[in-house]
């Protein structure tokens, strides 16, 4: 009872925000790769205008001719307001857009996106105790594909994780799949009467079939960056990890992403086997090659509060850690 409540309450959130973001102001358009078609009647009345030569013989005709074509080298050049317009519709460095919401899932062929991030433990009476780095990119092998790599140490390195993988488009821009390979390994502190803190280290890979559905300009849905993980380790049973998300652009250059994850451990759908880590950035893009942001994680919502007289110790907010970091396209 206690998990569909959880539940409910993150698809409420979730709708709210999309809801709140129905009224981004219209003063912050974003482009498109699709290209605006010129209205045929603006072409047909330059070419009236341009026929009524001064004397109307063909020579006059003639000239109002060239004049048409002049007309539409005019017309050619960039108008204020128009989107980029690349080849097959596909972005190059250049045109890559500025906006999050229009980039497509995977990066264009020869283009390289890398991330670098610090981060801190902001948890209740532990805050800057210990901190973190992350290093993760991507490489367009195609423009319908790319591989993928990553490296995270939180918690001073006592939790580490590094990966690596691969995606493909299905359809392309609209859902892929992701397949990725995934180490990690887990200090734990000791317990009394042990005087020495244990590591286990165990192996993942995560399928996914990422998709993203936009029903505003401003707002899209993103989902299933992973599905289910299959574990290599311990029982060795897979794990149900759906991952759903939220990107809202009230401008170009500001995107909010919200994004949560279901983990339901070896599909033991008992509350106690849930956890759901959830992530809430802000992220800023001055120019299309770089962003910089601010990702503020919370590590389990159903992490379990714990009474110990008459204090309280964890609950969904008890660990929680912020990473600032920055990413660029080569």
């Given at each position: 009872?206690?998990?569909?409540?959880?539940?409910?309450?993150l698809?409420?959130?979730?709708?709210?925000?999309?809801?709140?973001?129905?009224?981004?102001?219209?003063?912050?358009?974003?482009?498109?790769?699709?290209?605006?078609a010129q209205?045929?009647?603006?072409d047909?009345?330059?070419?009236?205008?341009?026929?009524?030569g001064?004397?109307?013989?063909?020579?006059?005709?003639?000239?109002?001719?060239?004049?048409?074509?002049?007309?539409?080298?005019?017309?050619?050049?960039?108008?204020?307001g128009?989107?980029?317009?690349?080849?097959?519709?596909?972005?190059?460095?250049?045109?890559?857009?500025?906006?999050?919401?229009?980039?497509?899932?995977?990066?264009?062929?020869?283009?390289?996106?890398i991330?670098?991030?610090?981060?801190?433990?902001?948890?209740?009476?532990?805050?800057?105790?210990?901190?973190?780095v992350?290093?993760d990119?991507?490489?367009?092998?195609?423009?319908?594909?790319?591989?993928?790599?990553?490296f995270?140490?939180?918690?001073?390195?006592?939790?580490?994780e590094?990966?690596?993988?691969?995606e493909?488009?299905?359809?392309?821009?609209?859902v892929?799949?992701?397949?990725?390979a995934?180490?990690?390994?887990?200090?734990?502190?000791?317990?009394?009467?042990?005087?020495?803190?244990?590591?286990a280290?165990?192996?993942?890979?995560?399928?996914?079939?990422?998709?993203?559905?936009?029903?505003?300009?401003?707002?899209?849905?993103?989902?299933?960056d992973?599905?289910?993980?299959f574990?290599?380790?311990?029982?060795?049973?897979?794990?149900?990890n759906p991952?759903?998300?939220?990107?809202?652009?009230?401008?170009?250059?500001?995107?909010?992403?919200?994004?949560?994850?279901?983990?339901?451990?070896?599909?033991?759908?008992?509350?106690?086997?849930?956890?759901?880590?959830?992530?809430?950035?802000?992220?800023?893009?001055?120019?299309?090659?770089?962003d910089?942001?601010?990702?503020?994680t919370?590590?389990?919502?159903?992490?379990?509060?714990?009474k110990?007289?008459?204090?309280?110790t964890?609950?969904?907010?008890?660990?929680?850690?912020?990473?600032?970091?920055?990413?660029?396209?080569?």
């Amino acid at each position: 009872m206690h998990t569909t409540s959880r539940l409910l309450r993150l698809c409420l959130l979730a709708i709210t925000v999309t809801a709140a973001s129905a009224w981004a102001p219209a003063a912050w358009p974003l482009a498109s790769g699709t290209a605006w078609a010129q209205d045929d009647d603006d072409d047909d009345g330059g070419g009236d205008d341009d026929g009524g030569g001064d004397d109307g013989d063909g020579d006059g005709g003639d000239d109002g001719g060239d004049d048409g074509g002049g007309g539409d080298d005019d017309d050619e050049e960039a108008e204020e307001g128009q989107p980029p317009v690349t080849a097959g519709g596909l972005f190059t460095k250049a045109t890559y857009p500025q906006a999050e919401l229009l980039r497509p899932l995977t990066i264009t062929k020869g283009m390289t996106e890398i991330r670098g991030g610090l981060g801190f433990d902001i948890s209740a009476a532990k805050a800057f105790d210990s901190f973190g780095v992350l290093l993760d990119g991507r490489y367009g092998v195609q423009d319908n594909m790319e591989v993928q790599g990553g490296f995270k140490g939180i918690y001073n390195f006592r939790t580490i994780e590094a990966y690596v993988g691969a995606e493909a488009s299905i359809v392309y821009d609209l859902v892929d799949v992701r397949a990725a390979a995934r180490l990690a390994s887990i200090e734990t502190p000791a317990v009394p009467p042990a005087t020495e803190s244990s590591r286990a280290t165990s192996f993942h890979v995560d399928l996914g079939f990422p998709f993203r559905y936009a029903p505003k300009p401003q707002v899209a849905l993103v989902a299933l960056d992973t599905l289910i993980t299959f574990d290599f380790t311990g029982n060795k049973k897979p794990d149900l990890n759906p991952s759903v998300g939220v990107i809202v652009q009230p401008a170009p250059i500001v995107a909010l992403l919200v994004n949560a994850r279901l983990r339901i451990i070896d599909f033991n759908t008992d509350a106690g086997n849930f956890q759901v880590p959830a992530t809430i950035a802000v992220q800023l893009t001055p120019k299309n090659i770089i962003d910089i942001g601010a990702e503020f994680t919370l590590l389990n919502l159903k992490a379990p509060t714990v009474k110990m007289g008459d204090k309280s110790t964890g609950g969904p907010f008890a660990e929680r850690f912020l990473v600032f970091y920055a990413q660029l396209r080569l």
